[in-house]
């Protein structure tokens, strides 16, 4: 159980362009999603947190119209990557966290990674 | 809000021995505390976690101690395999009741043959 898929597993794009990376939670409904990015050999920085029918809340210094997020569903949250520069590649991960869940208690995706040319 | 420190950045052992992980954290209401395993090119896998109101948790050769008047945790993986190199993390609640975790740096083991 607590299977969270992410989709696309990676992705090429021109600069300039837009960007769309799936998080589902595949076996449990997910209140409450998480994205992170990771650059190569660093630890995993938040990014922003989503709530299911809410706005999402992001961390200091991430820009909320650069990186959209939307939390449609229980199941699926998406992070659109808006007007792609190479300093956005990165390894991005979606993580999970459901009803009745431990408090806390987060399932990680498999992780997207961007290349911005 | 919390901080949460990791050492070592790197750590080598032989096959078959043990390797400890440890990491510090700051705010002493913290009350959960999980292990990642990373693989490269994958997203973290939780191993093992462990809440305030125990000092010890244990799953066969991966064990977690948690000293709460120290504000420290440590990973313990016993009998090594080649399998267990990765990347490990630990992280703490942001703040007593928060939904965000804050991660240490990370760990890179590497068990030699």
């Known amino acids: 159980g607590a299977v969270v898929s992410q989709h696309p597993s990676w992705v090429i794009c021109k600069s300039g362009t837009s960007v769309k990376i799936e998080c589902r939670s595949l076996?449990?409904?997910?209140?409450?999603m998480f994205w992170y990015r990771q650059f190569p050999k660093q630890s995993l920085m938040l990014m922003a947190t989503?709530?299911?029918?809410?706005?999402?809340?992001?961390e200091q210094g991430v820009e909320k119209d650069k990186f959209l997020i939307n939390h449609a569903s229980l199941t699926l949250s998406t992070l659109t990557v808006t007007s792609a520069h190479p300093e956005d590649s990165s390894f991005y991960i979606c993580?999970?966290?459901?009803?009745?869940?431990?408090?806390?208690?987060?399932?990680f995706g498999p992780g997207t990674r961007l290349t911005v040319l | 809000g919390e901080n949460v420190e990791q050492h070592p950045s790197t750590l080598s052992v032989q096959e078959g021995d043990s390797a400890v992980i440890k990491c510090t954290y700051s705010?002493?209401?913290?009350?959960?505390f999980p292990w990642y395993k990373q693989e490269l090119g994958k997203g973290p896998q939780l191993i093992i976690d462990?809440?305030?109101?125990?000092g010890e948790k244990k799953d066969q050769r991966i064990a977690v101690t948690l000293n709460k008047t120290a504000k420290h945790f440590s990973l313990h993986i016993t009998e090594t395999q080649p399998e267990d190199s990765a990347v490990y993390f630990c992280?703490?609640?942001?703040?007593?009741?928060?939904?965000?975790?804050?991660f240490g740096q990370g760990t890179r083991l590497t068990i030699n043959p």
């Open positions: 705010d002493s209401a913290s009350n959960y």
């Open positions: 992280a703490a609640p942001k703040s007593l009741g928060a939904q965000k975790l804050v």
């Open positions: 989503s709530n299911e029918g809410s706005k999402a809340t992001y």
């Open positions: 993580s999970a966290r459901g009803w009745g869940g431990t408090d806390n208690e987060q399932f």
């Open positions: 462990i809440r305030s109101n125990v």
């Open positions: 076996d449990f409904q997910a209140t409450t």
